[in-house]
């Protein structure tokens, strides 16, 4: 998994809390969802990074193999507030019982939970990996409709599958990073504004790239700060 990821990030400088809020400063953001990955990214470090700066909101990310709610009970107590899961890179089936024992357990502790979707781990590195089923995600979301699923990338170039497969699903958001304005409208069309969630992927994606293509798309000023802030911010709030 280190060496793939290694191939992801290579020629990007480390990260730190500083350098991080810097970038934030220049594209006039004040707070941001940060994202552990065991093993690349430890959840005890991330959790300590972000401790005494409230603009960085930690999410952590839980060992599959290992009961699910005991972890998550300890690292939301010490800090956490959401969960990241990345089928591709932890080897899991994206509507699996993991993964459903993960989205069951974020929804009774009111904590958002982010999830990867587009691509396989091939396009990570990995030597092998499956390509996800874009219906595994509404598969996922109706097993604890109580919860709250964000689906990252919304697909990425599978994203027509992806929304045809949650568009109907309530608890559902888009993460909109890497993805044209014009697929900014299709994705509007079909779950309206309350349902799309800005993300970046930074440092491998660029968050001034992302506000740019939101205002080619051409959305109002009312639907583009659903999109920037409100929505995310729902999601949050109710992880407190």
């Known amino acids: 998994m280190e060496r793939a990821l290694g191939r992801i990030v290579r020629g990007i400088p480390p990260q730190s809390p500083e350098s991080l809020l810097a970038e934030m400063d220049t594209h006039g953001i004040s707070q941001t969802v940060v994202l552990a990955l065991p093993t690349w990214g430890d959840n005890r470090g991330l959790l300590k990074s972000c401790q ?5 909101i930690p999410f952590i990310s839980l060992i599959p193999g290992s009961e699910p709610e005991p972890q998550m009970d300890e690292l939301l107590a010490a800090g956490g507030r959401g969960v990241k899961v990345h089928p591709a890179l932890q080897g899991i089936v994206v509507d699996g019982e993991f993964c459903k024992r993960v989205l069951g357990h974020a929804g009774k502790k009111n904590v958002p939970v982010l999830i990867h979707a587009g691509g396989s ?6 030597s092998t990996g499956k390509a996800q089923d874009p219906q595994a995600f509404r598969r996922l979301a109706n097993s604890a409709p109580h919860a709250s699923l964000v689906v990252a990338h919304s697909g990425l170039w599978e994203y027509p ?26 994705l509007h069309d079909a779950v309206g504004a309350e349902r799309m969630i800005l993300g970046s992927d930074f440092p491998v994606g660029r968050v001034d790239l992302v506000l740019k293509n939101l205002a ?11 999109i920037v802030w409100e929505n995310a911010g729902k999601l949050l709030r109710s992880s407190r």
């Open 216 to 226: 080619v798309a051409g959305f109002s000023e009312k639907n583009i700060a659903r």
């Open 52 to 56: 005494g700066k409230p603009r960085l």
């Open 161 to 186: 599958e992806v929304l045809a497969a949650v568009r109907n699903c309530p608890n559902v958001w888009l993460d909109i990073s890497f993805q044209h304005p014009i697929v900014l409208r299709e």
């Open 121 to 126: 781990g091939r396009m990570l590195g990995l």
